[in-house]
């Protein structure tokens, strides 16, 4: 086969959130949660996590560099910067410039979140999504993130997966703050869009070329029997649902029903990002049934990913490729923020990376501008309401001794990263994986 190698100064890398990492962030919604009985599948709790904070965020940083990543997706913990209204931190800030200055001196380019799920204590006590008034905190705290980290910082996510946050913690009760109220899931995404709108203006304002963007979570949904009508529609809604809503409103400027009882311009929305990032997991075979995974579909994907409580659906990499260049229509660069499968051990993993990266060539070989690809994750971390018993890690974490065990999937990635793609090498070695990855 002949190689693939993606454009000049593509990043590769892999992607960290702060509670999953960082360790003891007693501050925020998601570790009161974990203290509540049943909350976690496992029981267990977010605790020292992969030990960020505690300083081992330096020696990880410097293993994906060695294992020859341009980039690094992380995020900083908005109950650390501000951990009363109006009151910042500034030993939370001096910390973060000390990771962002070790990745930057380590050769990597740097790609921080502002949220990745977790609120302060006083913004979910004050309503969390629901609260009015959170979008005009979150501007403010962008704005301070800008101002004190932004030198250090080459692009700016403001939220990770709006959708998943508003489904497993608005219209379910999975995730903080659990209210389990379909109406409010989506004035919960709408709020998120708002505040996406506010913040990234004040980012701008601040440091005007900095690439501000966010990241959506884009299943593939498809109609589990292909010519039912009945599922064509389900996975028709699902999909307009998760996946078009807030890019519609993005897109356009106006939050369209149900983001809000009837279409509602909102100023500064209209494009109002400099790029876009993908966090893609599988797909979804939508049957139709009422009040089952969805309130119309049960999801039938085979084989699937799926734990007791959470459904990640069946890896597909046709699918990355057709999310890529359904985003690519909106005109405005593209990365794979995210993506990665959860095993105990090794054995599903590399052909995984192989064939999703082959996925991503697919997707730029008919037009689509993606500029990166960040492997979810580096290091096992605290996976939220599964806790640590689905370990997503390029490396093994130890957590009694905090030791990082190469998995033969750290040292894939490796040779992807190095050479750019896949080289003949890679492909010959995965010929089967690459083979097989067109049915699903
Ligand atoms: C989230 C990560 C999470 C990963 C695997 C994404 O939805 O952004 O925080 O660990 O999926 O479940």
Request: net charge neutral; charged share 25%; with cysteine.
């Amino acid at each position: 086969m002949t190689e693939l190698r993606f454009p000049a100064g593509f990043l590769w890398g892999t992607s960290t959130s702060p509670h999953q990492v960082e360790g003891n962030n007693a501050n925020n919604d998601w570790w009161r949660w974990e203290q509540q009985p049943g909350r976690i599948r496992d029981a267990s709790r977010s605790g020292d996590a992969a030990g960020w904070w505690a300083g081992a965020a330096e020696a990880d940083l410097a293993l994906a560099a060695a294992h020859h990543q341009s980039a690094h997706r992380l995020g900083v913990e908005w109950s650390r910067i501000e951990p009363h209204p109006g009151r910042f931190d500034e030993a939370a800030v001096d910390r973060y410039r000390a990771i962002l200055t070790e990745a930057r001196r380590l050769g990597l380019s740097t790609m921080v979140a502002l949220n990745h799920f977790t609120l302060p204590l006083w913004a979910a006590d004050a309503g969390a999504w629901t609260w009015r008034r959170l979008p005009a905190r979150f501007e403010s705290y962008a704005r301070f993130c800008a101002d004190r980290l932004g030198d250090l910082v080459d692009r700016w996510i403001t939220f990770n997966e709006p959708g998943v946050l508003a489904l497993a913690g608005y219209g379910a009760r999975l995730w903080p703050p659990g209210l389990g109220r379909p109406d409010l899931m989506f004035a919960a995404m709408a709020r998120m869009i708002m505040a996406h709108a506010r913040a990234r203006d004040a980012i701008r304002q601040r440091r005007p070329d900095a690439p501000v963007g966010l990241v959506f979570n884009m299943p593939l949904f498809e109609a589990h029997r292909p010519r039912h009508p009945l599922d064509r529609l389900a996975a028709r809604l699902e999909d307009h649902a998760f996946n078009d809503l807030m890019l519609r409103a993005l897109k356009t400027g106006t939050l369209p029903f149900p983001l809000a009882r009837t279409p509602t311009r909102v100023r500064g929305l209209a494009g109002a990002f400099d790029f876009l990032g993908l966090n893609y997991y599988g797909r979804f075979a939508s049957r139709f049934a009422l009040m089952a995974d969805t309130p119309i579909s049960r999801h039938a994907q085979s084989p699937t990913t799926r734990t007791d409580w959470t459904d990640w659906g069946q890896p597909c990499p046709r699918g990355l490729t057709l999310q890529l260049l359904r985003l690519g229509k909106l005109g405005k660069p593209l990365f794979v923020t995210e993506n990665g499968l959860f095993e105990d051990g090794d054995d599903r993993r590399p052909s995984f990376i192989v064939q999703h990266v082959r996925a991503v060539a697919d997707a730029i070989a008919l037009g689509a501008d993606v500029r990166g690809y960040f492997f979810w994750t580096l290091v096992d971390n605290f996976e939220w309401a599964e806790g640590w018993s689905t370990p997503f890690g390029l490396f093994e974490l130890d957590r009694d001794t905090g030791e990082r065990r190469p998995r033969r999937s750290a040292h894939l990635y490796a040779r992807i990263c190095r050479d750019n793609g896949l080289s003949t090498e890679t492909l010959d070695d995965f010929a089967d994986a690459l083979h097989d990855d067109t049915e699903g």
